[in-house]
């Protein structure tokens, strides 16, 4: 299982991967725009989880959502923006969790852990 992280600012992006590679163990692939995120993410085999800004220039991370799951509907994509009016916006378009900015790093790892074991144990249940 991979996960995606995606936010213009490195400092986020490089807090949100450092704590999910330890503490979800799994592998964790970080892009500075929802373009780069999107050309990668568009291809089988890609990351099965998405944490996306939702404010990044380029392509916001309601497009990147929309795009994710018009094409690939089973991706889990959870947006985080320091603006709350975003998460009913985040809400409508599909995304399966929103992180309000600043969070704390058990939010992340709780909203995502959750994820991670739905995705760990799906095949059991087919």
Known sequence: MKIAVVDDDPLTRDFVVDVLAYS???EVLSFENGIAA?????NPGSADIV??????PQMSGIELLQ???????QKICIL???KS????TAQQFGADAFLAKPFDVNDLFEIVQTFVVEIDWKPLYQ
């Open 80 to 82: 985080m923006s320091s």
């Open 24 to 26: 979800v163990n799994r």
């Open 38 to 42: 999107w050309n990668y993410i568009k």
């Open 51 to 56: 944490v996306a800004d939702v404010d990044m």
């Open 67 to 73: 795009k994710i799951k018009n094409r690939c509907p």
């Open 85 to 88: 009016a975003h998460e009913n």
